[in-house]
């Protein structure tokens, strides 16, 4: 059985005001966010440039909106650890070094799949 509350169009009225919030809150208080969203406004019209079919440019493109999801899921680590506790604590401690690995991954992914669409 689901959740009680609401549904159909009130719920995606709902969901959708939400994520905006999110995504405002990210923007506004998380500048490796800030930072992120200017590299992809960047990095998105060269995908345009530099893929030669649609499947690359989706690969170029897709990549960047990677890293931006990873970064929204670090940082909702980092705001839930913290409200939780401002005690340094070796769990706390582990959960945002993880969501840190997470970004850099999809860093690490970006500079790979641009390298061998560019370079090959």
């Known amino acids: 059985m689901g959740k009680p509350g609401n549904t159909g169009i009130t719920r995606l009225i709902n969901a959708t005001t939400f994520s905006i919030q999110g995504l405002y809150a990210a923007f506004r208080h998380e500048a490796a966010f800030r930072q992120e969203v200017g590299f992809a406004v960047v990095m998105t019209p060269l995908a345009f440039w530099l893929g030669e079919t649609n499947i690359e440019i989706a690969a170029l493109i897709g990549c960047l909106l990677i890293v931006l999801i990873v970064e ?3 940082s909702a680590i980092e705001a839930v650890v913290d409200r939780v506790s401002t005690e ?8 945002k070094d993880l969501g840190s690995a997470a ?3 999809s860093l690490a992914n970006v500079i790979f799949v641009w390298s061998i669409i560019i370079f090959w």
Request: hydrophobic letters at 55%; aromatic letters at 8%; glycine letters at 0%.
């Open 72 to 74: 929204l899921l670090n």
């Open 88 to 95: 340094e604590h070796e769990l706390s401690a582990r959960a």
């Open 103 to 105: 970004v850099f991954v």
